[in-house]
């Protein structure tokens, strides 16, 4: 964890990423209309990778994940 993040950051990410995707999926549904598409830019570095993302989950729930 750099620059003061919190220790739970990659646990958090990883939380809002999957409630997102459940609410766009219920938002379609609802609406009849087609899921909007989630995507989302992440860190190259393979330690910020480690540190920060659960990478399986990530290209699961994501459409897209650029990868700076």
Do not use: H, M, Q, T
């Not at 003061?4 to 766009?24: C, H, I, Q, T």
């Not at 920060?52 to 990530?58: A, H, S, T």
């Amino acid at each position: 964890i750099e620059r003061g993040a919190d220790p739970n950051s990659k646990d958090n990410f990883n939380y809002l990423v999957n409630e997102f995707r459940d609410a766009v999926e219920a938002e379609a549904l609802e609406i009849g209309k087609r899921k909007l598409i989630i995507s989302s830019a992440v860190a190259a570095d393979p330690k910020k990778i480690d540190n920060g993302y659960y990478v399986e989950n990530l290209c699961e729930k994501l459409d897209y994940v650029y990868i700076f």
